[in-house]
């Protein structure tokens, strides 16, 4: 009796369709900081729009993240409210000290 | 070079000689601990204590471990009240007490760190451990093993921090240890390395504890049990479970920055070379405003419990409570700024956190009226843990309100860090977790022991603490709202003495009230016979545990139950009053799979406290030899393929007969 | 014996999904962890902070060499997990000891660009920024390396423990590898790259 772990279950090939499009984001947003071609700001929403994706990549063809089972909806749920935590911390956390810095050290 | 491999930085000086009232508390300890070992031995009592409590992976044993753990520090943490007390009482103008500041500080700091994290935080993992299974109808929580190994991690944090005390000093850089002050320069005695791995190795159990009852609460409870039909005690413990999941990473990282700020010399959080000392104060308040939610929501659950038993009434507003817990829980994340209002952030910063400070009261209002809604036309019976709720009620709306004055920012310059702010947060977790946890041990405790507490003793316990209460914190308001700061021990104004001495006579009366406690204990163990409960369900209660033998039988149900509806078991017994039938299919009894014994847990704690004692005093080899039987230990357990057991159909039939042999027994009312 | 084999099966396969639930959520506090350390490198890295900057002393395809490394040991223990599906011990042992080398090659290189940084003079004592820096990609170096001894000791354990389990515990190490991946990509982002602009 196969086990609900709560993801889908791994094939070869997305495995390597997932590989492949990591090479690729990654190549990308290297290629983009060492062969500097765009301005700086371009060159940021390059490298984070590279990343955010590879992390969705990732997460959908590696760790198998799906739907499909109620213990997948656990996870999915669970993982949803860790990244809102975690982005409320790190958000939260460089505006309140860059406020401290603004205000308490100049 | 030998020497400095085994002991590093301990030698003989550690041992505080040149302070009495610190040799004087240490040895004390010590003899307490010598006195312990020996009845142990005395009564033959070693290899039960073994086979059956310190291997035991039985949540039910679990629990009423952490139950003594907190109670015994219980007693350490009040002392350190008592001398607190005692030296703001006397030491106004002329007078200078008798304790100097650098002791003074470090019976603040301990009693801080102790009185949260050894105290009610194990009152409220007991609670956990001996309801929340049975009220899922599980026959156990989801990793028996790790629950073993969360108590005994949390023990060894305790008795390192309790070795601080005869070894070295503890820190004096408050329960929150701010930096600079924390840092190697201006603290560079072993104390704030012995505050930062007794509250590491007890968080990582703490952690694992909360990743334990979230998997139990979402996959173990009993056929029909849907969310919305849990008791409400088990939302507000997965509420706070979640809460532990997340805040406690934080604490890890921050204690774990301290740490390599003091001893590899980096700098995130000294106040030159690029550090900043405001990170550690943003950091350890993300952690420790959820920690007083993962604190008190708990005890909002025991006293929903409590309240709908003792009213006899089905709890008001389930689904809202419910809403209120998840909304208390994802908002317990946007309020930690409140904790240093004063320390410069800019006004939009301070607006935002103030009012989600104050939307933070409006579900917890909401719980409270919904408890008195759940009391209005209910058949009330005042048994001790109802006169907990109803001084809870007072008691918290005090410290709530309180709390929501200092939610405005200009209101909260005035009183930061004054006596105003202390009153505050005791009249909250005491009034609040305190109380509930209370109500909760004595509500509870029949099902973990099988005999009630002693009723009388409870009472004058309760009144002694609430007398106390009132009289050791109010004068704190006002003299805060005057402007007198926390964590002095002298102070040159004689005007504030009489508010002192009246607290100081507070700290009196609940230092009776736990003598009283004590005594209840006592008396009520020499009165078991009496108090026994026979039937499993001394208060005539609502939800599963009561549907089962007191003390609970090792599988805790012959027969998992299936439910339809909330408060299954009091419509159990409506639906089956008068009834006097068994029914054939309860008779047939199947073996049962229950988890062994181990000593892993056990095992892998104890070489984790050699390890912190080792980081503290800076001994690789000890360290080492911590170090690798730990992760020894846990690969050997990898191995072990022999985890679990069958209880036989036979025992079972005979526990549950006798079982209701007992019922039949009983007296009809 | 009267237990009842259908329900125990049902059970067995209950807690497999119950055990892996459990350590999904510890992923989810290690996040949390790794968001912390996140939080304090982006806020020491402000604008303005005292102390070099890493750029100076960046090699960026040393960087790539380690991310690719990162990237094809986490490929290849999902061919590890695709091999257990077909119960041979052997294919798994080898995919696993890949992973391994690759993995370990990994945190060679890291450590050899640490000791580079230090002979440098960017040292973790040295600014706020530079203990932020060691801090975060240490920490992630130090989980690398716990995995690597996971997966040596997982090598060994392999042809000694029931099928069932060892898919189950191939199941918890292949979500913190591919976890450690995830964080990886976070950090060459906004330490590496950002860092190189």
Redesign the interface.
């Known amino acids: 009796m196969q086990a609900d772990y709560g993801f889908a279950k791994k094939k070869l090939s997305i495995y390597i369709f997932g590989f492949s499009l990591c090479v690729l984001l990654t190549l990308t947003a290297f290629g983009a900081v060492i062969y500097p071609t765009f301005s700086k700001a371009a060159t940021l929403g390059i490298i984070f729009t590279a990343a955010l994706a590879q992390f969705l990549v990732q997460v959908i063809c590696f760790l198998r993240l799906a739907t499909e089972t109620e213990q997948g909806v656990n996870n999915i749920l669970s993982f949803i409210f860790t990244l809102v935590i975690l982005i409320t911390i790190i958000s939260c956390s460089c505006w309140i000290m860059w406020s401290l810095n603004y205000h308490m050290m100049s | 070079m030998l020497r400095e491999l085994f002991f590093g930085k301990l030698t003989w000086e550690a041992i505080p000689y040149h302070s009495p009232i610190i040799m004087g508390a240490g040895l004390f300890m010590v003899a307490v601990v010598i006195i312990t070992l020996g009845l142990i031995t005395y009564f033959k009592f070693w290899t039960p204590l073994w086979k059956e409590w310190i291997t035991s992976v039985d949540h039910k044993k679990i629990g009423i471990m952490y139950l003594i753990l907190s109670g015994v520090m219980l007693l350490r943490g009040f002392s350190d009240v008592v001398l607190m007390r005692s030296q703001q009482a006397l030491a106004a103008g002329s007078q200078l007490g008798y304790l100097p500041p650098e002791h003074y500080d470090q019976i603040f700091s301990a009693h801080g760190v102790i009185m949260i994290f050894f105290v009610v935080m194990p009152m409220m993992f007991a609670l956990l451990n001996i309801a929340l299974p049975l009220q899922i109808g599980a026959r156990d929580v ?2 028996p093993f ?1 629950n073993s190994l969360s108590f005994w991690l949390t023990f060894v944090g305790a008795m390192l921090c309790n070795a601080s005390l005869v070894i070295g000093d503890f820190s004096n850089a408050g329960w929150t240890a701010y930096p600079p002050l924390s840092e190697m320069y201006y603290s560079p005695s072993v104390g704030v390395d012995y505050y930062i791995w007794s509250l590491q190795i007890a968080g990582i159990g703490t ?1 694992l504890a909360g ?2 009852f ?2 139990t609460i ?3 409870r009993c056929q029909g049990m849907t969310l919305m039909r849990m008791p409400i005690f088990v939302w507000s413990a997965l509420c706070s479970m ?1 809460l532990v ?6 604490l ?3 204690l774990g ?1 301290l740490f ?2 003091r001893s ?5 959080f ?1 106040d ?5 000392p ?2 550690y104060i ?2 350890i308040w ?1 952690w420790g405003h959820p920690e007083v939610y993962i604190l008190i929501l708990p005890a909002f659950g025991v006293f929903s419990e409590v309240v709908a038993t003792f009213s006899q009434k089905a709890l008001f507003g389930y689904v809202t409570m419910v809403f209120a817990l998840v909304i208390i829980t994802f908002l317990s ?2 309020v930690w ?1 409140h904790h240093f209002f004063t ?4 006004a ?2 301070n607006a935002f956190f103030g009012l989600a400070t104050m939307v933070i009261a409006i579900p917890t209002g909401v719980k409270v009226f919904n408890w008195l809604f759940t009391m209005y036309q209910g058949r009330i019976v005042l048994a001790t843990p109802m006169l907990w709720v109803a001084a809870f009620f007072t008691t918290f709306a005090i410290g709530g309100m309180t709390g929501v004055m200092m939610a405005v920012p200009p209101v909260d310059f005035q009183v930061h860090n004054t006596l105003f702010l202390v009153a505050h947060f005791h009249n909250v977790l005491i009034g609040g977790a305190l109380f509930g946890y209370f109500a909760g041990v004595i509500y509870w405790f029949p099902k973990a022991f099988g005999f009630r507490l002693n009723e009388t003793w409870g009472k004058w316990a309760f009144a002694c603490w609430i007398i106390g209460f009132y009289l050791a914190f109010m004068p704190l308001y006002v003299i805060g709202l005057d402007g007198f700061m926390r964590r002095v021990n002298h102070y040159a104004n004689e005007v504030y003495q009489p508010y002192l001495i009246m607290a100081a006579i507070g700290a009196l009366f609940v230092l009776f009230g736990v003598l009283f406690q004590i005594g209840q204990l006592i008396v009520s163990i020499r009165q078991r016979h009496l108090l026994a409960d026979h039937t499993g369900d001394p208060w005539n209660g609502r939800t599963l545990e009561w549907s089962i033998s007191s003390p609970a039988p090792l599988y805790n149900f012959a027969h998992i139950p299936a439910v339809a509806d909330r408060d299954s078991f009091w419509g159990f017994k409506e639906s089956h009053l008068g009834d006097g039938r068994i029914h054939p299919r309860e008779l047939r009894y ?2 049962i ?1 229950l988890p062994k014994n181990t000593p892993a847990g056990f095992v892998i704690a104890m070489f984790t406290g050699i390890l912190g004692f080792a980081l503290v005093w800076e001994m690789p080899i000890p360290g080492a030899i911590g170090l690798i039987g730990a992760i020894a230990t846990m ?1 050997l357990k ?2 072990d ?1 022999h985890t679990e057991y ?1 209880l ?2 036979e025992t079972v039939k005979q526990t549950e007969l006798s079982h209701l042999r007992e019922i039949l027994q009983c007296p009809t009312t | 014996m009267s237990h009842d084999l259908a329900l125990a099966e049902h059970q067995h396969a209950e807690s497999a999904s119950i055990d892996v639930f459990g350590f999904w959520l510890y992923i989810m506090t290690d996040c949390i962890l790794f968001g912390c350390l996140f939080a304090s490198f982006l806020v020491l890295n402000l604008p303005g902070a005292a102390g070099p900057d890493l750029k100076s002393y960046l090699n960026l395809r040393d960087v790539l060499l380690e991310t690719f490394l990162l990237l094809i040991s986490n490929f290849v223990f999902g061919l590890a997990i695709l091999s257990s599906y077909k119960n041979s011990v052997k294919k798994v042992q080898g995919w696993l000891a890949l992973s391994f080398l690759l993995g370990a090659s990994f945190v060679f290189l890291e450590l050899r660009e640490f000791a580079q940084l230090a002979q440098e003079g960017f040292r973790w004592d040295l600014s706020g920024k530079a203990s932020s820096f060691f801090a975060l990609v240490g920490t992630h170096g130090f989980h690398v390396s716990c995995g690597l001894f996971w997966i040596a000791v997982m090598i060994c354990q392999l042809p000694f423990i029931q099928t069932d389990i060892a898919q189950r515990r191939l199941t918890y190490l292949g979500l913190f590898w591919n976890f450690l991946d995830i964080v990886w990509i976070f950090v060459f982002t906004l330490v590496y790259l950002t860092g190189a602009l």
Do not use: Q, R, W
């Open positions: 989801a990793y790790l952690l990743i334990n979230i998997v979402l996959k173990m979640i999941a997340l805040a406690f990473p934080v890890t990282v921050t920055l390599l700020d590899f010399g980096m700098h995130f000294t030159f070379s690029g550090g900043n405001m990170m943003n950091l993300i994340f946007l700024l320390m410069g952030a800019g939009n910063v199947v073996d799979l690969i990898t191995l393929t069958y036989d159909a």
